[in-house]
């Protein structure tokens, strides 16, 4: 490693490998990382992390006053309980100086106090990191079924633990994915393995009453390596589903709760194009599916049938698809159903009540997003299924970015909603903030949504500094929600926005299609077009934006980087997909089949040609730039860390004009989402907040001498 003192950039060995494709040849000099047992990989990240570290240094007063800042305030959030069998089962924050939640449970026959189940600060001990996959207990509250990632890879071991005496049985399955369910006897658990790309896609089922070493039953084995497979009950618990999803294609097989052996039935025939998402429903005299479907760029619909009636796949419309909704979530009860989604760029829910009315919920404030609570995890959007099937309300959590969540009680019967009491605040005033939402117009005249957020006092004259955050897609919206990072932001005048960028969910199946494959750039033409909005209308200083990406985020923020550097303060890629071109010629890669649906497959001629020109690592060249900050983990699964690597290497290898380029790799356990343990992630998050408040300032010192709000009101 070539390093001439702590304040000298590292290089990266360069050894290069020629890449020809449609007649073009590439020379790569970094394509050796691609080997991860490489030593000279680790040699090369631990320099990256001592520069950075050193770097850090000047922004370590900052960030230990962000750090506690943040500690001092509190927020008094409402835990998310629900009831299985004769137990309501909920979670509990960490405790003053603790790291890890922990999961309890009562008995509501009884008055006793609630016990713990699951403490994950014990797994957590002696471990770097620790997350847990799935929490599952039994119908008859005997067992809980749960995984752990001890690494960070998302290959979870699946634990079993007799909740009578608060024990571990001798019995474990690995690799294992973060999805299961119990059988209605509780003495089978159903739950997926994956392969070795990390692709779920085999359904066994576990037999607690038989030998801990006898082998499971197999209930599906999906071979279509474009799949992935998953697992849930309906809410009625009747029946377990078997998922088998591509990003365009989704197939549905039903097994009878109370009968695994039986033959699967599909809920519609697998047909390339059309995604849905199916539950039960028991009516008056007979027990019927609903399914909200969609098929290529035509927003959702629902219908249904009686399930006797299956077979025949004589479908009914219920509600007819509306050009400007997104329904993209059902929730299905005895007294109603709840579809969820997007309307104009706004969340927007709609209750079919039993009188066959429907009647629209959105948020209360201009820029709030509604979702169930408990709908946070990004990995269980569609997954949550705990509220009980007869249960006549709902409780709906409102997030803005400005704001802890304000909750309300939703009746499915009637729609009347009401605002539960707020929760209790200290260290700040919510009062003080301001969260709204306003529309960009693109390059091609699309209109995109920006939810914002800035302090009261703050003005459009100019003069503010900005984060400008934006995912962009999977059709998954990137929905705000309160989070002490911003707030510390927006204390010292920073406005804050989500550009709502395409190839998320907020624009509906076409925003989707309009922002994945060939047409990927459009999330970085609507990431600019937000950019330059906040300025034109005087929301953000011209010198002072910095852009934020993560994942997927990534891309658009690389090609802002590369494109149009000299309209950003700096830049933020935590784990950008800045390499995919290359990531998507690699069918051994985790991810990459499945893959190729949502950003196309570069052995396409067209494909690849829109990929060499947005491609942050195919377009690397030498000219002033502001400063970047990527992010990466050893053993991330998603964005391999060779990926953000090889980036940082290019760039540092053609820059001569001294820009600040960092890189930021958590080298122990810790995955794609980042570490595990409160005080770990308060000062990762810091870190970032701490770097785009000084670019900021620099950049605007630079520019004019403005003024710049660099300490909290």
């Excluded at 990632?149 to 571990?168: A, C, K």
């Excluded at 909200?292 to 419309?317: D, H, K, M, N, S």
């Excluded at 080298?667 to 785009?692: E, I, K, Y």
Aim: glycine residues 10%; aromatic residues 8%; proline residues 7%.
């Amino acid at each position: 490693m070539n390093t001439t003192g702590s304040g000298t950039p590292p290089s990266a060995p360069v050894q290069p490998v020629e890449r020809t494709l449609h007649g073009e040849p590439v020379v790569d000099d970094f394509g050796w990382m691609r080997d991860h047992a490489d030593p000279r990989l680790r040699a090369y990240l631990e320099a990256e992390r001592e520069y950075f570290d050193g770097y850090a240094q000047d922004l370590d007063p900052l960030v230990g006053e962000l750090v506690a800042e943040a500690a001092r305030r509190t927020a008094a959030g409402r835990s998310f309980s629900w009831r299985i069998g004769h137990h309501e089962y909920t979670t509990r924050p960490p405790d003053e100086g603790g790291r890890y939640t922990r999961y309890l449970r009562r008995d509501v026959r009884g008055t006793g106090e609630p016990e713990v189940v699951l403490d994950l600060g014990e797994l957590a001990d002696g471990h770097d990191f620790t997350r847990i996959g799935v929490f599952e207990p039994s119908p008859d509250g005997r067992l809980l079924a749960y995984s752990v990632d001890h690494v960070g890879y998302e290959s979870y071991e699946l634990r079993f633990r007799d909740l009578t005496t608060g024990t571990d049985l001798p019995r474990t399955r690995q690799e294992t994915y973060y999805t299961g369910v119990w059988d209605a006897s509780s003495a089978k658990f159903c739950y997926v393995v994956h392969d070795a790309a990390m692709r779920p896609y085999r359904v066994l089922a576990h037999d607690l009453t038989a030998d801990p070493g006898a082998p499971d039953a197999v209930l599906w084995d999906e071979r279509d390596e474009h799949f992935t497979t998953t697992v849930r009950a309906t809410r009625t618990r009747d029946w377990l589903v078997v998922t088998n999803q591509s990003r365009t294609t989704t197939e549905e097989l039903l097994l009878p709760a109370g009968d695994l052996t039986a033959p699967p039935r599909p809920v519609f025939p697998r047909r390339h194009g059309q995604v849905y998402f199916a539950d039960h429903q028991r009516t008056a005299g007979q027990d019927r599916l609903v399914a909200l479907v969609a098929e290529g760029r035509e927003e959702r619909r629902l219908v249904g049938l009686p399930l006797a009636e299956l077979e025949t796949q004589r479908w009914r419309e219920i509600l007819p698809r509306r050009p400007d909704t997104a329904w993209q979530r059902l929730d299905v009860f005895a007294a109603g159903l709840l579809l969820s989604g997007y309307r104009r760029g706004t969340t927007v829910f709609t209750l079919l009540g039993p009188d066959g009315r429907t009647r629209d919920i959105t948020p209360d404030s201009p820029g709030g997003c509604l979702v169930f609570e408990g709908r946070r995890d990004a990995l269980r959007v569609q997954m949550d299924q705990r509220t009980g099937y007869e249960a006549d309300e709902v409780e709906l959590a409102e997030h803005t970015l400005s704001a802890p969540p304000r909750h309300h009680r939703l009746s499915l019967r009637t729609g009347a909603h009401e605002l539960l009491p707020p929760p209790a605040v200290t260290g700040f005033d919510p009062a003080r903030f301001r969260t709204t939402k306003v529309f960009a117009e693109s390059a091609d005249g699309t209109a995109v949504p920006v939810t914002l957020a800035h302090r009261a006092d703050v003005r459009p004259d100019g003069a503010n500094p900005a984060v400008v955050s934006c995912y962009g897609a999977y059709e998954r919206p990137w929905e705000p929600s309160f989070s002490q990072d911003v707030l510390s932001l927006l204390e010292r005048g920073f406005v804050y926005a989500i550009a709502h960028v395409r190839g998320g969910g907020e624009l509906g199946r076409c925003g989707w299609f309009d922002g994945s494959m060939a047409a990927t750039p459009s999330s970085f033409h609507d990431l600019v077009a937000v950019r330059d909005h906040l300025v034109a209308t005087g929301w953000a200083h011209p010198a002072g934006v910095v852009a934020s990406g993560s994942c997927a985020g990534g891309v658009a923020v690389g090609q802002a980087y590369t494109d149009e550097p000299g309209k950003w303060a700096g830049i933020i890629a935590e784990a950008p997909a800045v390499d995919l071109l290359n990531a998507m010629l690699d069918e051994k890669l985790p991810l990459t089949i499945n893959e190729w649906e949502e950003w196309g497959d570069p052995r396409d001629p067209a494909i690849y040609r829109s990929m060499r020109g947005y491609v942050a690592y195919e377009n690397v060249s030498d000219r002033p730039r502001p400063p970047l900050l990527v992010t990466a983990y050893a053993n991330d699964p998603r964005v391999l860390v060779h990926e953000p690597a090889r980036w940082t290497a290019a760039l540092r290898q053609a820059d001569t004009h001294g820009n600040v380029i960092l890189l930021r790799t958590e080298l122990g356990d810790g995955g794609h989402h980042g570490p595990s343990g409160a005080a770990h992630v308060a000062r990762a998050a810091a870190q970032l907040t701490a770097f785009a408040i000084d670019a900021a300032t620099r950049s605007m010192t630079a520019a004019d001498g403005g003024r710049v709000r660099g300490t909290p009101a």
